[in-house]
């Protein structure tokens, strides 16, 4: 129980732009649509657990102010710039109030800066390995779901 947030790569395998790659992809899932779409999988790129301050940034940043558990898009762009602000956090290149810490029962102290750096850390390390996740049949983006 708790906060749980999920960063996913989404491709879409269209059956006109690349009908092979669709078909061996579903092939090798296993899988067989119900209709000839265009099918979406998503791959996870990244998982926190009770990072309140990187889901507070999200639903700033990209659920227009909405905590809500909806799935968002999240561009390569917007990806790049938390782990951007991340990075420039932990160098000190950057105030605190850019992405401030959050109190709370399940959080943590905002006086105790150990969890607070250590989420900054596992953000950079994480999202480094999602942006460098294939673009595959020109997909490349993301979508961020958050469950509490």
Not at 33 to 60: E, G, R
Request: charged content about 25%; hydrophobic content about 35%.
């Amino acid at each position: 129980m708790g906060l749980d947030m999920y960063l996913s790569s989404r491709v879409y395998l269209s059956p006109y732009s690349n009908p092979e790659l669709r078909t061996s992809v579903l092939e090798v899932l296993g899988v067989t649509p119900l209709t000839d779409d265009c099918v979406a999988i998503d791959i996870p790129a990244a998982y926190w657990s009770k990072a309140k301050t990187i889901h507070d940034w999200f639903v700033n940043h990209v659920q227009d102010g909405n905590d809500n558990c909806g799935s968002y898009y999240v561009s390569r762009d917007q990806v790049t710039e938390l782990r951007d602000l991340c990075k420039d956090l932990l160098a000190g290149k950057a105030d605190e109030s850019a992405l401030p810490p959050t109190e709370g029962f399940f959080f943590g102290s905002t006086t105790d800066k150990d969890w607070y750096r250590t989420d900054l850390e596992d953000t950079v390390a994480q999202l480094d390995r999602a942006l460098a996740l294939p673009v595959i049949a020109g997909c490349g983006d993301f979508h961020y779901h958050a469950s509490w």
